[in-house]
């Protein structure tokens, strides 16, 4: 049986998913051309910050913010 990849907090990593040695991550895939593609997962939190920020909850202060909101 084959050993799962893991990063430095234990998850398991899916197929493409990668880490880099400063803890970045990573998703390589390759495309209809054959080459191969990396993405910085940076566009990715920067998307979920864009949707957060549309949404009431997005808008509260940090110090505002409880566990049960």
């Known amino acids: ?3 799962k990849r893991r990063d430095n907090r234990n ?6 998913e990668y880490q880099h ?5 990573l998703f390589r895939y390759i495309d209809e051309d ?11 939190y920067k998307t979920v910050i864009n949707v957060l920020k549309k949404e ?3 808008r509260q202060r940090i110090d505002k913010v409880r ?3």
């Open 67 to 69: 566990l049960s909101d």
């Open 21 to 25: 040695s400063d803890g970045r991550y």
């Open 34 to 44: 054959g080459k191969e593609k990396n993405v910085n997962t940076v566009a990715g």
């Open 11 to 16: 998850h398991i990593f899916r197929e493409g």
């Open 56 to 58: 009431a909850f997005g």
């Open 1 to 3: 049986m084959s050993e």
